[in-house]
């Protein structure tokens, strides 16, 4: 008998990989019916039995919390009904079918392998995987399904690791998972909750907040917190003048030396004063001692992601999301180890010789590492074991194939690697004291005797300092000249992305994991923009937000609170704490705090009040309300919207972004009486442009209609500008959509897609074009009506014409088709059916067109 063992990876190509180790490289690989994940297959043997092996993959998350559709609903739900609300999982990426994908590939399998990456978030979704093919596995004997779900652990996709998580298969563990269901629902009602509320009170108070979403989180705020603080520092700096002595002498040969004074920094103007008078008197120096000490710079412990993400930011600027990316991109095609880790010391089988072998023949350290296999490696730091994974660490040699970021990461993981195999850095600090009347001065010199790891990492490199003069005891030097410098204590500098994520690391703000994605969060929302040298500066809406919490309740911006959640959490994954009562005890303190946060938003607004322009200040009188019939002004902030200053209502509209928006005569909607507004794509002719009505766009009116469509979408039946009206056909690229006659293109008279991007040109230059109530008797497209003024390109000099575009052959050269068809393929395809059966009807039949106007 031969078992069917289904084995489920992370991503595609981890499954990719992981087949390929255990198989030897005689796994066949065919693509999965989702068209995302692959499946690789062979056949082996599983608990004594023969098996044949599939292996696969999810995504990532197959699935996510969210609430129930209705809640989703801004208007209609209270934000504190977000605490009490139900929640449901779905799927996190409906296109890729992953559930149902996962269940057909499950179908009549014996026994479940989960491999996916051995983290909480990992275990997490073992069991998302294990829901998913619950109903399509076979049913042991016994009937308990997890006894036949197996969990592998791993940390490196190499042949090595895998076959080792392969003969000693474990169990998921549901804790951790449970941990991080906790995680999620908290986040997702908390942030939801507060994000809700303060987005509508602010947004519909002020026009220049530049921000589409005003979010609370509670890893983001505290992330914030930490810029917002560092700021109200710098300001609240107040420099205090002091002053220096500075002393030039000249030796008995000639060369000058400027030694520093003992005394440093005097902060009393005359105090200085008297120094320096005591200093010109003396007007000579004599050497008094002389002395050499040993200096020592010890070397990194073994790689963690944290301190990954620190260096790549402040020596190689890239952001901690990029890192991560590219991290995670080395990891998969097996380049390095698991790049998510908090552990720091090696663990005690791993093959520090081997690893270090790889590196033996690199063109940029290769010498480095002969050198250190020849004379045996050093001790590594003893770092610290988490229990994760290991260190992060070179798997194989780059071999020149990486480039760009890639490379950059790479090369500091390995160069990383081989420093903490190293001796420290040993350096000679000189220490020359002269003395000068009864003033003390010192110059210091630097040398390196050995350089140790900072051969290879260069970049903390003790710096030669000065060549010393050769001095000795009891030599006279002259003074040359001797002044007070001015100066002032300066505050301290913008906290660096790198010192953020120290911070982060230190008060248990987010994991690693996360830390990433909550540095770009706040850079996303416009709380702070990232200045040359990686610097977090807040700007004034960031700035204004923390302080408002500040004034309420400082536990929403301070990370104590955040930090004590997360150790409740990891109480949670270690099966020392109830989940249900976690999760529920957290909620409650914040649903409280969010009623207290409700009730005193006045505090945060006064703020607000002084920073920002209210809605009713910002903006120009635009378009006619159709409730007041008054003019609302248009917001150009982000996001742009209408402001009606006499209803106290906002109105989004698309992006300013994306397009341009203008007036459109008194055109009004028939529903609603708004003044219709219309709005232009970017691409000049060949943009999507449609009319809109600022209230429907917000509030569709009709069933099949979104948030966010225009007149072009409208199914009005009598309105002239809905696509009823205007629509003459399907879209040519069959994607469901309807060409719809752009009645603001004159002269450059174009049908646009309401869906997709294809657009077709017509009847340059004419005076007017409509589109008619007739419809084509052979292709059910509608007549459209033209009319020149001269300079007509109809046949005969005809100045009008009134008929069927696709099939009347005799407007053929006025329409242009170059830009409806999207690829080249639908191009082809159109081409030649409209050979072999002339190319109104091949285009007709089957209809997009049939289905244009849905009458
Ligand atoms: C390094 O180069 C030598 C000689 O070309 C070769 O024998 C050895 O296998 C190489 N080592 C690695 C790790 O590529
Ligand atoms: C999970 O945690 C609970 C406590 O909440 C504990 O009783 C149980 O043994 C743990 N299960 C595992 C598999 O560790
Ligand atoms: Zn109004």
Redesign the pocket.
């Given at each position: 008998m031969t078992v069917t063992v289904l084995m489920v990876a992370e991503k595609p190509m981890l499954a990719e990989s992981i087949a390929k180790l255990l198989s030897d490289n005689q796994a066949n690989k065919r693509k999965g019916w989702n068209g995302a994940c692959s499946v690789s297959e062979y056949m082996g043997s599983f608990m004594g039995q023969n098996a044949r092996f599939k292996v696969t993959s999810t995504c990532g998350h197959v699935m996510t919390t969210d609430f129930p559709l209705k809640f989703n609903n801004w208007d209609r739900t209270d934000p504190t009904e977000l605490y009490s609300s139900p929640t449901v999982k779905i799927e996190a990426n409906p296109k890729l079918k992953m559930v149902d994908y996962l269940a057909s590939e499950a179908k009549a399998a014996d026994y479940l392998v989960l491999w996916l990456d051995c983290d909480k978030e990992g275990e997490n979704i073992c069991f998302e995987v294990v829901d998913a093919v619950r109903n399509s596995m076979k049913r042991p004997m016994n009937g308990n399904f997890m006894d036949v779900v197996y969990r592998a652990h791993f940390s490196a996709i190499t042949e090595k690791d895998i076959k080792a998580a392969m003969r000693n298969l474990g169990r998921p563990d549901i804790n951790m998972s449970l941990s991080v269901d906790a995680r999620q629902e908290l986040d997702l009602r908390v942030g939801c909750s507060f994000t809700r509320f303060q987005t509508k009170y602010f947004q519909g108070k002020y026009g220049d907040l530049d921000s589409t979403v005003i979010s609370y989180g509670p890893c983001q705020t505290p992330t914030l917190g930490f810029c917002v603080t560092r700021h109200d520092q710098i300001v609240q700096f107040k420099p205090e003048p002091y002053w220096v002595l500075q002393t030039t002498f000249t030796t008995a040969s000639g060369e000058e030396i400027r030694p520093e004074w003992e005394r440093g920094r005097i902060f009393d103007r005359e105090v200085a004063q008297l120094f320096l008078e005591r200093i010109k008197k003396a007007k000579t120096a004599t050497v008094v001692e002389i002395t050499k000490k040993e200096g020592r710079k010890e070397k990194p412990m073994a790689l963690n992601t944290v301190e990954l993400m620190r260096v790549a930011s402040s020596y190689l600027g890239l952001s901690p999301q990029t890192t991560m990316t590219v991290a995670e991109h080395l990891y998969v095609s097996g380049y390095i180890s698991y790049p998510r880790t908090e552990t720091t010391s090696y663990p005690p089988n791993f093959d520090l010789v081997g690893t270090l072998?790889?590196q033996?023949?690199d063109s940029k350290w290769g010498h480095i590492a002969r050198n250190i296999l020849e004379q045996g490696v050093q001790k590594p730091k003893k770092g610290e074991d988490k229990g994760d994974h290991p260190p992060i660490t070179p798997m194989k040699?780059s071999n020149g194939q990486l480039s760009g970021d890639s490379a950059r990461v790479y090369d500091y993981v390995t160069q990383h690697f081989i420093a903490t195999l190293m001796g420290p850095c040993i350096y000679e600090i000189t220490t020359i004291r002269l003395k000068c009347g009864e003033e003390e001065l010192t110059l210091q010199g630097r040398d390196t005797i050995v350089p140790g790891f900072t051969e290879i990492m260069t970049w903390l490199a003790v710096e030669d300092e000065r060549r010393m003069p050769n001095f000795k005891r009891g030599d006279t030097l002259t003074l040359k000249e001797a002044e007070l410098a001015d100066r002032e204590t300066s505050p301290p500098s913008y906290l660096t992305e790198a010192e953020l994520i120290s911070l982060m690391e230190k008060h248990g703000i987010g994991t690693d994991a996360s830390i990433p994605v909550h540095i770009n969060t706040i850079c996303q929302r416009n709380y702070v923009t990232v200045e040359s040298g990686r610097r977090l500066i807040p700007t004034k809406l960031g700035i204004s937000l923390v302080h408002g919490y500040l004034r309420v309740d400082r536990e929403l911006v301070l990370p104590t609170m955040r930090s004590e959640v997360e150790t409740q959490l990891s109480l949670i994954a270690k099966g020392q704490a109830d989940y249900l009562a976690v999760k529920n005890h957290a909620l409650e303190m914040f649903r409280l705090k969010f009623v207290y946060f409700v009730k005193n938003i006045p505090l945060v607004d006064t703020l607000f009040e002084a920073s920002f322009t209210t809605l009713s200040e910002a903006g120009k009188p635009f378009s006619r309300c159709g409730k007041c019939h008054r003019f609302m002004k248009l917001v150009e902030a982000k996001p742009q919207r209408l402001f009606c200053p006499a209803c106290q209502e906002t109105y989004n509209l698309p992006s300013s972004k994306d397009g341009i928006l203008r007036t459109y005569g008194d055109r009004k909607c028939p529903l609603d009486e708004f003044d219709l507004v219309y709005w232009q794509g970017p691409g000049g002719k060949l943009s999507r442009s449609f009319a809109l009505c600022p209230f429907c766009y917000n509030n569709p009116p009709f069933e099949g209609m979104r948030n966010g469509d225009g007149c072009d979408k409208c199914s009005h039946p009598a309105c002239p500008h809905s696509f009823m009206k205007n629509g003459v056909c399907g879209c040519l690229m069959e994607c469901g959509g309807v060409l719809v006659l752009d009645p603001m293109s004159h002269p450059k008279w174009r049908l646009c897609c309401n869906r997709c991007s294809s657009v077709v040109g017509l009847f340059e230059g004419a005076l007017k074009v409509k589109v008619t109530d007739k419809n084509c008797d052979e292709c059910n497209s509608q007549f459209v009506s033209v009319d020149y003024k001269d300079k007509s390109p109809l046949p005969e000099g005809k100045t009008s014409f009134k008929g069927c575009i696709f099939c009347d052959q005799a407007v053929k050269e006025c329409i242009n088709l170059n830009h409806a068809y999207l690829d080249e393929e639908a191009r082809q395809k159109s081409i030649q059916s409209g050979r072999d059966r002339g190319r109104g009807r091949g285009r007709g039949r089957g209809g997009p067109r049939g289905r244009g106007r849905g009458r």
């Amino acid at each position: 008998m031969t078992v069917t063992v289904l084995m489920v990876a992370e991503k595609p190509m981890l499954a990719e990989s992981i087949a390929k180790l255990l198989s030897d490289n005689q796994a066949n690989k065919r693509k999965g019916w989702n068209g995302a994940c692959s499946v690789s297959e062979y056949m082996g043997s599983f608990m004594g039995q023969n098996a044949r092996f599939k292996v696969t993959s999810t995504c990532g998350h197959v699935m996510t919390t969210d609430f129930p559709l209705k809640f989703n609903n801004w208007d209609r739900t209270d934000p504190t009904e977000l605490y009490s609300s139900p929640t449901v999982k779905i799927e996190a990426n409906p296109k890729l079918k992953m559930v149902d994908y996962l269940a057909s590939e499950a179908k009549a399998a014996d026994y479940l392998v989960l491999w996916l990456d051995c983290d909480k978030e990992g275990e997490n979704i073992c069991f998302e995987v294990v829901d998913a093919v619950r109903n399509s596995m076979k049913r042991p004997m016994n009937g308990n399904f997890m006894d036949v779900v197996y969990r592998a652990h791993f940390s490196a996709i190499t042949e090595k690791d895998i076959k080792a998580a392969m003969r000693n298969l474990g169990r998921p563990d549901i804790n951790m998972s449970l941990s991080v269901d906790a995680r999620q629902e908290l986040d997702l009602r908390v942030g939801c909750s507060f994000t809700r509320f303060q987005t509508k009170y602010f947004q519909g108070k002020y026009g220049d907040l530049d921000s589409t979403v005003i979010s609370y989180g509670p890893c983001q705020t505290p992330t914030l917190g930490f810029c917002v603080t560092r700021h109200d520092q710098i300001v609240q700096f107040k420099p205090e003048p002091y002053w220096v002595l500075q002393t030039t002498f000249t030796t008995a040969s000639g060369e000058e030396i400027r030694p520093e004074w003992e005394r440093g920094r005097i902060f009393d103007r005359e105090v200085a004063q008297l120094f320096l008078e005591r200093i010109k008197k003396a007007k000579t120096a004599t050497v008094v001692e002389i002395t050499k000490k040993e200096g020592r710079k010890e070397k990194p412990m073994a790689l963690n992601t944290v301190e990954l993400m620190r260096v790549a930011s402040s020596y190689l600027g890239l952001s901690p999301q990029t890192t991560m990316t590219v991290a995670e991109h080395l990891y998969v095609s097996g380049y390095i180890s698991y790049p998510r880790t908090e552990t720091t010391s090696y663990p005690p089988n791993f093959d520090l010789v081997g690893t270090l072998r790889m590196q033996a023949n690199d063109s940029k350290w290769g010498h480095i590492a002969r050198n250190i296999l020849e004379q045996g490696v050093q001790k590594p730091k003893k770092g610290e074991d988490k229990g994760d994974h290991p260190p992060i660490t070179p798997m194989k040699p780059s071999n020149g194939q990486l480039s760009g970021d890639s490379a950059r990461v790479y090369d500091y993981v390995t160069q990383h690697f081989i420093a903490t195999l190293m001796g420290p850095c040993i350096y000679e600090i000189t220490t020359i004291r002269l003395k000068c009347g009864e003033e003390e001065l010192t110059l210091q010199g630097r040398d390196t005797i050995v350089p140790g790891f900072t051969e290879i990492m260069t970049w903390l490199a003790v710096e030669d300092e000065r060549r010393m003069p050769n001095f000795k005891r009891g030599d006279t030097l002259t003074l040359k000249e001797a002044e007070l410098a001015d100066r002032e204590t300066s505050p301290p500098s913008y906290l660096t992305e790198a010192e953020l994520i120290s911070l982060m690391e230190k008060h248990g703000i987010g994991t690693d994991a996360s830390i990433p994605v909550h540095i770009n969060t706040i850079c996303q929302r416009n709380y702070v923009t990232v200045e040359s040298g990686r610097r977090l500066i807040p700007t004034k809406l960031g700035i204004s937000l923390v302080h408002g919490y500040l004034r309420v309740d400082r536990e929403l911006v301070l990370p104590t609170m955040r930090s004590e959640v997360e150790t409740q959490l990891s109480l949670i994954a270690k099966g020392q704490a109830d989940y249900l009562a976690v999760k529920n005890h957290a909620l409650e303190m914040f649903r409280l705090k969010f009623v207290y946060f409700v009730k005193n938003i006045p505090l945060v607004d006064t703020l607000f009040e002084a920073s920002f322009t209210t809605l009713s200040e910002a903006g120009k009188p635009f378009s006619r309300c159709g409730k007041c019939h008054r003019f609302m002004k248009l917001v150009e902030a982000k996001p742009q919207r209408l402001f009606c200053p006499a209803c106290q209502e906002t109105y989004n509209l698309p992006s300013s972004k994306d397009g341009i928006l203008r007036t459109y005569g008194d055109r009004k909607c028939p529903l609603d009486e708004f003044d219709l507004v219309y709005w232009q794509g970017p691409g000049g002719k060949l943009s999507r442009s449609f009319a809109l009505c600022p209230f429907c766009y917000n509030n569709p009116p009709f069933e099949g209609m979104r948030n966010g469509d225009g007149c072009d979408k409208c199914s009005h039946p009598a309105c002239p500008h809905s696509f009823m009206k205007n629509g003459v056909c399907g879209c040519l690229m069959e994607c469901g959509g309807v060409l719809v006659l752009d009645p603001m293109s004159h002269p450059k008279w174009r049908l646009c897609c309401n869906r997709c991007s294809s657009v077709v040109g017509l009847f340059e230059g004419a005076l007017k074009v409509k589109v008619t109530d007739k419809n084509c008797d052979e292709c059910n497209s509608q007549f459209v009506s033209v009319d020149y003024k001269d300079k007509s390109p109809l046949p005969e000099g005809k100045t009008s014409f009134k008929g069927c575009i696709f099939c009347d052959q005799a407007v053929k050269e006025c329409i242009n088709l170059n830009h409806a068809y999207l690829d080249e393929e639908a191009r082809q395809k159109s081409i030649q059916s409209g050979r072999d059966r002339g190319r109104g009807r091949g285009r007709g039949r089957g209809g997009p067109r049939g289905r244009g106007r849905g009458r």
